[in-house]
């Protein structure tokens, strides 16, 4: 009320400082909007008194807080520094209450350190666009920069002494504004008072590494590094020039190679971490090669995850980056994710295989073996089907095959690399160079069956020599079927139908010379050159019957079974007969009894005929009553009653007769009941 009186008066006299108190009244009133209406009429005077301008500013910087505009809070009190600290400190100490004060040198800290670390509110950068108005508000423009900042942190240091987050705010403004000195002075009163501090110990690191005493630098480093506080380098780094950063990245660089060099076992491994930790941090967050090695250290030490996570912050700036693929590669391979591993060392051998191939090699044997085989099966897997998709056109992945099968005849110059590398060749056409590099690698007449096949195939598209071609097909079709389907995609379909005569033939004499084990190698090309045709496949079941191999006969007999489309009465039930007989040989017997049943119920003479043959009816008939007599103590009658009947028709066998007596008087018992 005594401001408002004096200020109704004609005459003007202290209408700023007048001005300025009923702004303080109003603010501790909670009347903000009268006490900033106050406050700007002081700032926008034509004619500003300063220590009534100062008031008004630290008024209207307390208020701006309350509304959520930090940034616009420190602009004032820089002005108002600028204008005259001393009556600044005044003005907070008499004016501001306590219950207020913590909170404002609280704001003026951070938004100071912000300003050194160009950081900003969006509303900050729309206030700085916007056109100033006459007065005070000329000095906005001098509170953005490291003066402005030093004078508000001398103030804050001024309210507060013991207050270290201001005095690290002032020595910092020191810095920007190059008083290296006098920031190096500061700094070490600070410590004095906080020797285990790792802000300062890391800022007056880098100050004793800026004046060249490295050694002095290195020991505040190794301080802030056994404190285990290297998070605080991260607002630090936005205040350090960039020079002074690259000479602290490099220090650390280098002393991580030195302690890798000379130091051995895990205290070392983690030292040179930390120092990488401060280099990269130093770099802004990305340093490829710190990052490197970082990662090498990390899988030391076993810690795979997070050595995948620095290999992946290369990749993400550098998706070609060589040694960082190639890194994460062979991590996954010691986590035993293999289709991750052989997809970044694929994509690494695309790059540069060879920077990868001597990689590889520097591992130890049993890693090398891990990755030959897992790039060979990748390799075959796409391979297949590539010829499968019937898309041979497709460059990319047969130079990325191409990239494989080099790399692995590199890394180990095994004979299955050397064919994965003709197969390549051949599907995509190159038969002249398949040819070549075969006979470069296994001479003109190979020992090996694989690879005497691919020439064997690549010579019978030049010669046609089928006889020479079905005896190298059968050698293989014995050793492995796949191998030999696989080749067969690229016979074409007049070749295969010529194979498959010469192959029947061929097996139809060594059968009847009891040469059954080269027999089923002919039959067996008979069967894929023909797509599964039934009479090679019995042909072949026959085979495998002699050499006891019932489970591959049974499997050739369930294909034949399963075409019985168009086939004679007689075949279809010498075709049960013989799966018949083939699950009694694995003691299938129940299965067997099925069979033997569904041949009698299609041709009972013909199928008498062909147990006669084998394995016998009286044979047969105590499998038959073994089976019957298994239902009927479970009583399951009717199919004990089924098993029997067949089973009389075979042959008369007593135990059967028996069987069905005791079968009749249960039906007759039921019947009663």
């Not at 003007?12 to 006490?35: I, V, W």
């Not at 014995?478 to 033939?505: S, Y």
């Not at 085979?543 to 004679?568: F, P, T, W």
Request: hydrophobic share 40%; net charge positive; proline share 2%.
């Amino acid at each position: 009320d005594i401001c408002d009186h004096l200020l109704a008066a004609e005459q003007k006299t202290y209408y700023n400082t007048l001005l300025a108190l009923r702004g303080f009244c109003s603010l501790h009133a909670h009347d903000h909007q009268q006490a900033l209406q106050d406050f700007q009429k002081v700032i926008e005077h034509d004619s500003p008194h300063p220590n009534s301008c100062i008031k008004a500013l630290c008024g209207r910087g307390l208020i701006r807080i309350s509304g959520g505009s930090q940034y616009l809070t420190a602009l004032d009190y820089i002005t108002a520094c600028q204008l005259k600290a001393e009556e600044t400190i005044f003005t907070i100490k008499s004016y501001v209450p306590w219950n207020q004060r913590g909170l404002l040198l609280k704001v003026l800290q951070e938004e100071g350190q912000k300003m050194l670390q160009k950081k900003r509110y969006p509303g900050g950068s729309s206030v700085c666009g916007q056109k100033k108005k006459q007065g005070c508000l000329d000095f906005l423009t001098e509170g953005r920069d490291a003066p402005g900042v030093y004078q508000l942190a001398s103030l804050l240091v001024e309210l507060d002494a013991s207050d270290e987050a201001s005095q690290i705010l002032c020595a910092d403004a020191m810095y920007q504004t190059g008083c290296v000195e006098a920031a190096h002075k500061l700094l070490l009163l600070s410590l004095s008072r906080n020797p285990q501090s790792s802000p300062i110990l890391a800022r007056l690191a880098l100050l004793q590494l800026k004046k060249g005493f490295t050694y002095d630098g290195n020991q505040l480093l190794k301080k802030v590094i056994r404190i285990g506080d290297t998070s605080c380098l991260l607002p630090i780094m936005d205040i350090f020039k960039d020079e002074d950063r690259r000479l602290m990245q490099t220090h650390c660089h280098f002393r991580a190679l030195t302690i890798l060099k000379d130091g051995q076992g895990d205290a070392a491994t983690k030292e040179a971490i930390a120092y990488l930790s401060v280099a990269i941090i130093a770099a802004g967050g990305y340093a490829e090669d710190c990052l490197l090695i970082r990662a090498r250290c990390y899988g030391r030490l076993g810690q795979k995850k997070t050595a995948i996570f620095d290999l992946n912050a290369i990749l993400k700036e550098d998706p070609g980056n060589v040694q960082a693929l190639s890194g994460r590669g062979f991590i996954y391979l010691a986590l035993k994710q293999q289709k991750e591993a052989v997809q970044d060392l694929l994509s690494a051998l695309k790059v540069e295989a060879g920077v990868v191939v001597p990689a590889i090699l520097s591992l130890k044997h049993e890693a090398q073996g891990l990755i030959t085989q897992w790039l060979l099966q990748h390799g075959r897997t796409a391979l297949t089907e590539l010829i499968a998709s019937k898309d041979l056109s497709k460059e990319e992945t047969s130079r990325d095959l191409l990239v494989i099968a080099k790399a692995l005849i590199q890394i180990c110059r095994g004979a299955q690399y050397h064919i994965f590398y003709a197969d390549i060749l051949i599907a995509s056409g190159r038969y002249e160079e398949a040819l070549q590099h075969l006979q470069e690698a296994f001479g003109h007449s190979p020992a090996d069956d694989f690879a005497s096949a691919r020439l064997t195939l690549l010579q019978l598209r030049r010669r046609r020599n089928v006889a020479m071609a079905t005896h190298s097909f059968s050698i293989l079709a014995k050793r492995d079927e796949n191998e030999l389907r696989f080749l067969l995609n690229f016979v074409d379909t007049k070749q295969q139908q010529h194979l498959c005569q010469v192959a029947a033939q061929e097996g139809n004499m060594l059968i009847k010379g009891c040469h059954y084990e080269k027999a089923l190698g002919y039959y067996t090309l008979a069967v894929l050159t023909s797509q599964d045709n039934p009479r090679y496949l019995r042909h072949r079941a026959a085979c495998l019957m002699h050499l006891k191999q019932y489970d591959q006969a049974l499997r050739d007999m369930e294909k034949v079974i399963q075409k019985h489309g168009c086939n004679s009465l007689k075949t279809r039930v010498e075709d049960h007969c013989s799966k018949g007989h083939l699950l009694l040989s694995v003691a299938e017997e129940e299965a067997a009894v099925k069979q033997y049943i569904e041949a009698l119920r299609l041709d009972e003479p013909v199928a008498l005929c062909s147990i006669m043959k084998s394995p016998g009816s009286e044979i047969l008939t105590r499998t038959f009553h073994k089976m019957a007599q298994h239902h009927f103590e479970r009583q399951h009658y009717e199919e004990a009653w089924k098993i029997t009947d067949y089973g009389l028709k075979i042959h008369e066998n007593t135990e059967l007769k028996k069987l069905k007596t005791r079968l009749k008087r249960e039906a007759s018992s039921c019947s009663i009941h």
